[in-house]
Nanobody, 126 residues
């Protein structure tokens, strides 16, 4: 049973920073490509960032490029991922989801990922 767990959401003010974390567990020996998606109320789920299983390459959605950075998690642990979010804006408010797959056929496409976390709320006040 593969589990995906996100953490680190919260309420911040515009211009602040926040760091999200994600960890995948449950299948020994597997290496996962991982991605962040987000969904704001009344909007479709949007691609945010991608991290390959070996940490290269990384990809970003246009709306977060230059402000968000995706990286391997603490101690460079396998199957973990952090999202450092800087210069946050009210339009970044959404539920952020971590997704994982051993071989996603399309980095940006949510249908490429078999495993998903429950999501963590990020709220940015103006």
């Amino acid at each position: 049973q593969v589990q995906v767990v996100e953490s680190g959401g919260g309420l911040v003010q515009a211009g602040d920073s926040l760091r999200l974390s994600c960890a995948v567990s449950g299948r020994a020996g597997s290496s996962y490509a991982m991605a962040w998606f987000r969904q704001a109320p009344g909007k479709e789920r949007e691609f945010v960032a991608f991290l390959s299983w070996n940490s290269r390459p990384t990809r970003y959605g246009q709306s977060v490029k230059g402000r968000f950075t995706v990286s391997r998690g603490a101690a460079n642990a396998k199957n973990t991922m952090d999202l450092q979010m800087n210069s946050l804006k009210p339009e970044d408010t959404a539920v952020y989801y971590c997704a994982a797959d051993e071989r996603p056929y399309e980095e940006y496409g949510q249908n490429s990922y078999d495993f998903w976390g429950q999501g963590t709320q990020v709220t940015v006040s103006s």
